[in-house]
Every structure is written in C-alpha cells, then in structure tokens.
C-alpha cells in the first residue's frame, strides 16, 4: 500500500513490534520482534539496542555515502519515533557504517529535477527529521567516522555531543553556499546554538567545511579520537550524560532549543514553500547540476 510520509510517521508509533521496511516512498511492514531481539535493521539502518544500559547505536548504512533520500530520511524518521517511544531507550548514538563517510548530506538528486511536490515532500521530511532529533528526550551522541557535509553537519549538531575521527581527510561543516543554495534558518540556529553568531556567520557566508582539529577549535565538535576508537568513546561519553538525574536533564535540553524549534514548528508550511519557490528556480538547478558535475569531475 502507498502511504504518504506524514501518514507513515503517523501510524508508525503503534508499529513497535513491526519490522519496517521502506524502499521507493511505500513502508511495508512484516511481523518480527523489533523489541524483543536486541537488534533491528531495516534497508538502510540497522539499530543495535542494548537493553541492560538503554543505549541504541543507529548505524546508517546507505550506499556509497549515506545521503539523506527521502526513503532513507523516513526510515530514520520511523526509528527515532520507535526509539523514543520506548522507554528501555535512554540514549541513542548514531554513527556511520560506511567508510569514509558519515554523511554527505541531503540526497542532491532529491533537489534536483524534480516535481514542486516532490521537493515538498522531501522537505517536510527532513524538516522531521530534525524535528525528532532536535527535540529529542534521548541522550544523543553522534559518532562521526567520516565526512559530514551539509545535512551530515546538521545531522551531528542535532546531537548532544559530537565525537570526531581525527582524520585530517575528513571534514564537517555546513558547506551550502558552496553549492549555490542557502541553509535555511533552523540550519543556521543550530549552528549558532552550538558555535555562535561569529562563527556561524563566517562559516555559512564562505560554506567552510572543517578538518576535525578545526571543527575542535571552534566548537562544531566536542572531542577528537583516533579512528578506531570513536565508537567506544561515544559509549564512555553516553555513560556519563546518562548518569545526570534525567527529568532534569531533559528539561534544561529543552529550555535550550525550544524556541528555535517552536520557531519551525509554527512555520513548517511556509518553509516548505520558501524551500520549493528557491530550489526549482532555474538558477538554483542549474548550480546543483555544476555541482554534481565537480563531483564526478573529482572522482575522474
Ligand atoms: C530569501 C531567502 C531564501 C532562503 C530559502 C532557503 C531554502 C532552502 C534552500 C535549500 C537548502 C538545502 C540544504 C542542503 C543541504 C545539503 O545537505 S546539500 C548536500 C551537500 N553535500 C555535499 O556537498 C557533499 C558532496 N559529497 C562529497 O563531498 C563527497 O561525496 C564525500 C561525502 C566527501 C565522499 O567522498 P568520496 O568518498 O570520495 O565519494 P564520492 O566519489 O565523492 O561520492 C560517491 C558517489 O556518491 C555521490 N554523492 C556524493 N554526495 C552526494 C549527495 N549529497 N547526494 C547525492 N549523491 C552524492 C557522488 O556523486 C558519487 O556518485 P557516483 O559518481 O555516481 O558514484
């Protein structure tokens, strides 16, 4: 059955026992135990639960570069909903099964040369996801192995705490101006809410994306460990913030980001229109085909 994606995070909170699967906008569901077995995965996530500490690690594993499609993007809609519904669930780390890679952001081909409604739909799903993530109960680390442009940024300082590979051949960072579009208002705010005006305001104006020792520096990540050990420091570091008596926690994580979400969930209509106006100009279009030509380019 075709579902729309609202309709689909709607019902998906009654779903926790349902294995989810969803591939090309359809959710199909089958009946295995989610909750019972410590472990799911759907196509592109596979979420390891432990239950004895009520830590989740979400490794997203969407070939080549984990791009946030809009399938890929409600899948981990649905899980974040699942998780924080259930209340064995106290932390979530997320990090990146692909090499190299922890995200590269929106999928490009989501933005370019599709329908006004399409773009639309896409839209409100990343608006969601950040929606979830951003306003999360959970204690949320990303552990970032790999580059994380644009969305994969955003993604990251959504999290509570940010451990970084100390790879220089990575880089993070909320590049879009790089490829002629603007990062919208909520992307800008989180950024601000983590590295302040200045840094934001230099960082979006030039679209810089960071080497890990430079994302330290200015605070766009919390910690810097050898490759191999990023997901065990996420682990010590989970231990430490789950250890915080927990209604408090969460009331002052709330007190920090409620105006700024407050600020899109009042104006989640009119953002998708803005989005949808800007992306399909054809100036807009025609620099995200330059860029993913300079892609290809730099791979030939
Ligand atoms: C008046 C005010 C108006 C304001 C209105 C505002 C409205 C809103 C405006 C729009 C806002 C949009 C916000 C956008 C956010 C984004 O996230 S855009 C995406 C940005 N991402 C990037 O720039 C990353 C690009 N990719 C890379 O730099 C590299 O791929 C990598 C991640 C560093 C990995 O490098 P490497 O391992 O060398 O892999 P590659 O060979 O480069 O890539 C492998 C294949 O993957 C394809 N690919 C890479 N990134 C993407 C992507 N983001 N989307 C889709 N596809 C991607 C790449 O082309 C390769 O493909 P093949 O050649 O076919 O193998």
Known sequence: QKLTFSLKIAISSSLSKIHL???????????????????????????????????AVMHMQSPPVNSLS????????????????????????????????????LDILEMYGKSPERCGE????????????????????AAINGSSPAGGCLMSITCDYRIMAD??????????????????????????????????????ELGLLYKPAEALNIGLVDQLVPEDQVLSAATQTMTKWLAIPEHARQ????MMRKSTIEKLRSNREAD????????TKESIQKSLRMYMEMLKQKKA
């Open 251 to 254: 009331i002052t994580k709330s």
């Open 21 to 55: 699967n969803v591939s090309h906008g359809r959710l199909c569901a089958s009946s295995t135990s989610f909750s019972q077995r410590n472990n799911s995965s759907s196509a592109n996530l596979k979420v390891d639960h432990d239950q004895t500490t009520g830590v």
């Open 167 to 204: 790879n220089p051949r990575y880089s993070i960072g909320l590049n879009e101006t790089m490829l002629g579009i603007v990062a919208p208002f909520w992307f800008k705010e989180t950024m601000v809410n983590t590295v302040g005006h200045r840094n934001t305001e230099i960082s979006l």
């Open 70 to 105: 809009l399938d890929f993007l409600t899948e981990i809609c649905i899980t974040l909903e699942k998780l924080e519904m259930d209340k064995g669930c106290r932390g979530l780390i997320i990090t990146s099964s692909q090499p190299k890679v922890f995200s590269a952001g």
């Open 272 to 279: 998708i229109q803005n989005f949808v106006n800007f992306i």
């Open 122 to 141: 896409f839209w409100k799903a990343v608006q969601e996801m950040w929606l979830k993530l951003y306003g999360s109960n959970m204690v949320t680390i």
